[in-house]
Nanobody
Framework: QVQLVESGGGLVQAGGSLSLSCAAS????????MGWYRQAPGNQRDWVAG???????SYAHSVKGRFSISRDDTRNMVFLQMNSLEPDDTAVYFC????????WGQGTQVTVSS
């Protein structure tokens, strides 16, 4: 069964930090490239960051230097540490494979106030 559960979102002031977590079923996670995505109101869902099984990471230009993705293969989890948050980071954040599977979790809301 495909399962993705994101958590850790919240309301934070600009310049603050949040740490997101995603628990994925083993069939999604094991050995696969995992990614974080986000969708702001009225916008399409965009890729934010990715990590391979070998821990190679990549980031969208807009978050590079501020966000950090990591994974824990023993728990089938992927994380996103977000620092120096900006109001434009406000969105619902999702995790999925990279490229993504058709099934998505509910996401976690991140709101950054100015």
């Amino acid at each position: 069964q495909v399962q993705l559960v994101e958590s850790g979102g919240g309301l934070v002031q600009a310049g603050g930090s949040l740490s997101l977590s995603c628990a994925a079923s083993g069939s999604i996670f094991s050995g696969n490239v995992m990614g974080w995505y986000r969708q702001a109101p009225g916008n399409q869902r965009d890729w934010v960051a990715g990590i391979t099984a070998g821990r190679n990471v990549s980031y969208a230009h807009s978050v590079k230097g501020r966000f950090s993705i990591s994974r824990d293969d023993t728990r089938n989890m992927v994380f996103l540490q977000m620092n120096s948050l900006e109001p434009d980071d406000t969105a619902v954040y999702f995790c999925n494979q990279l490229p993504p599977l058709p099934t998505w979790g509910q996401g976690t809301q991140v709101t950054v106030s100015s």
